[in-house]
């Protein structure tokens, strides 16, 4: 039993670990975007207090397209919101959280004034399709008050997975011990967002890289079953050794949302072995 719970909380901190890795890595351009509307609502807080709560939400200078601003206090009531949740002022969001999450947000209430940016990931519904995804939030508390912004994790495309598969595949070419060592590293040229590069030995059916889970280099692939427990790994690795490369759809969990989701991966063999990048459709 003991065991059994090391290896949950193992693969728990492995999913969060990850989650909050691909946030980072996600386009530069949401990170630089959500900080610098995060930065200017601090500095006007500062200037005018609880005043600012009137510009916070609304349509105006602290909206930049799907971003905006919201306030808590740290008793977890919303104060301020330009975004969907303004339906959610003067309510205690703690009774609208997953039991879940709810830990995790106290603690984030407990936390005391630094002066610091900081920044954690949860999952929240996205209001543009109505989906719960994974966002990223940057905050800053300042007195009583938590103000913030955050983006949602983008969805990798069949084009990103392709290019990144290219690229593992040139790497590997030129250079196949250093760049799996780079993937095994979770080097951020092989991961971004939900994206990962994993390669097999076709000669002994066995994990050389893994851009998410290290501890499956050396494990069995043609073993690999999916959570319905369908065979995967054997079918892949036919594929990668009779056509050379192909495309392989299955269902596997999405590191950055955590649910069992449909994967498509392409997949191209390289020397004696076989690469891959899949992403997932939902």
């Given at each position: ?5 090391k ?42 207090g609880?005043?600012?709560f ?9 909206v930049?397209?799907d ?44 936390q ?25 939030v ?21 084009e ?22 780079k ?10 967002d ?10 002994t ?78």
């Amino acid at each position: 039993m003991k065991t059994l719970l090391k290896s949950l909380l193992l693969v728990s901190l492995l999913t969060s670990a990850f989650s909050l890795f691909a946030a980072q890595a996600t386009a530069p351009t949401e990170a630089k975007r959500a900080q610098a509307l995060l930065a200017k609502a601090v500095a006007y807080y500062k200037k005018e207090g609880d005043n600012a709560f009137a510009a916070f939400s609304r349509q105006g200078e602290f909206v930049d397209g799907d971003l905006y601003v919201f306030v808590l206090d740290s008793k977890g009531t919303m104060l301020a919101s330009g975004g969907p949740s303004v339906v959610l002022i003067g309510r205690d969001m703690s009774t609208t959280l997953d039991p879940a999450l709810r830990q995790q947000f106290a603690k984030t209430l407990a936390q005391p004034v630094t002066g610091k940016v900081q920044q954690t990931d949860y999952r929240w519904k996205n209001w543009a399709d109505g989906r719960t995804e994974r966002k990223h939030v940057y905050y800053e508390r300042v007195g009583d008050r938590f103000i913030a912004t955050g983006y949602y994790i983008p969805r990798a495309t069949p084009e990103r997975a392709m290019a990144m598969l290219d690229k593992a595949v040139k790497a590997i070419e030129a250079d196949p011990d250093g760049t799996f060592r780079k993937i095994n590293a979770l080097d951020r040229n092989f991961i971004e967002d939900d994206l990962y590069v994993f390669a097999v030995d076709l000669d002994t059916s066995k994990f050389v890289a893994h851009g998410f889970n290290s501890r499956m280099v050396g494990t069995d692939f043609a073993t690999l079953k999916d959570p319905g427990g369908n065979p995967v790994g054997h079918a892949m690795l036919e594929l990668a050794r009779g056509q050379g490369e192909g495309e392989f759809a299955y269902q596997w969990r999405n590191p950055v949302t955590t649910q069992v989701e449909n994967k498509h991966a392409f997949l191209r063999k390289v020397g004696h072995y076989m690469v891959a990048v899949g992403y997932y459709t939902r």
